[in-house]
């Protein structure tokens, strides 16, 4: 590695070489990037970190989609069920649930699904797994609620958010419940370690 005679610059054949940190990162790094770099004289002393921080922007990492859905309240069972299903098998259990809360969630689903690909570089549709899915509270409005003799009383229409994370990549195996055995091996463990204070 030399500099360019009356500056203070790496020589541009010189750029191509130092470029790629390893072989296997060398394959990663964009040509036009290099370009740049050729064109604009970068002092040799800034170089590597210049290098070193395109390089990992260019990396690849698993694509991630956060969908928002909000009306009337499905329950508790429903985003429960499809926590850590992959995309695919989700959608086939909700397709047979008549409930109304499974219907949306499809819904939100199928398009949370539209948009990883769309938007977030996702390469495969089918890669994908509810990494989760919850539903908060949303708006609550008052009513009138009438009753016999002219009286009346005030109800809530509930209505909820509802989220779901999509992430990129095969869903992770399920933990095994903890059994009392297990428990029990831990309590036993935790007596173990116990520290007796002003011991001999």
């Known amino acids: 590695m030399h500099l360019a005679a009356g500056t203070g610059f790496l020589a541009s054949e010189e750029v191509l ?19 740049v770099l050729r064109c604009s004289g970068i002092a040799g002393s ?3 970190h210049t290098i070193q921080t395109i390089w990992l922007k260019t990396q690849k990492k698993p694509g991630k989609r956060c969908q928002y859905w909000r009306g009337s309240l499905p329950t508790q069972h429903h985003w429960n069920e499809i926590r850590g299903m992959s995309i695919d098998q989700a959608i ?14 499809k819904e939100v689903l199928l398009e949370a699904q539209d948009l990883a690909v769309r938007n977030h570089h996702v390469e495969y549709r ?10 908060n509270k949303g708006t609550y409005l008052k009513r009138i609620r009438y009753h016999a003799r002219g009286r009346f009383g005030i109800m809530d229409k509930v ?3 509802y989220f779901v994370k999509l992430v990129e ?3 992770p195996p399920k933990e095994l419940p903890i059994t009392g055995f297990d428990q029990a091996k831990d309590y036993v ?10 011991s001999l």
């Open 169 to 171: 990549g095969p869903p």
């Open 189 to 198: 463990q935790q007596l173990r370690n116990r520290t007796i204070i002003h």
């Open 126 to 135: 089918s890669n994908l797994y509810i990494a989760e899915s919850f539903s």
């Open 46 to 48: 800034t170089l590597s």
């Open 17 to 35: 070489a130092y470029a790629a940190p390893a072989p296997s990162a060398a394959t990663c790094f964009h040509r036009c990037q290099l370009r």
């Open 92 to 105: 086939a259990q909700l397709e047979f649930n008549d409930k109304k809360g499974a219907k949306v969630m």
């Open 159 to 161: 209505h909820c958010h």
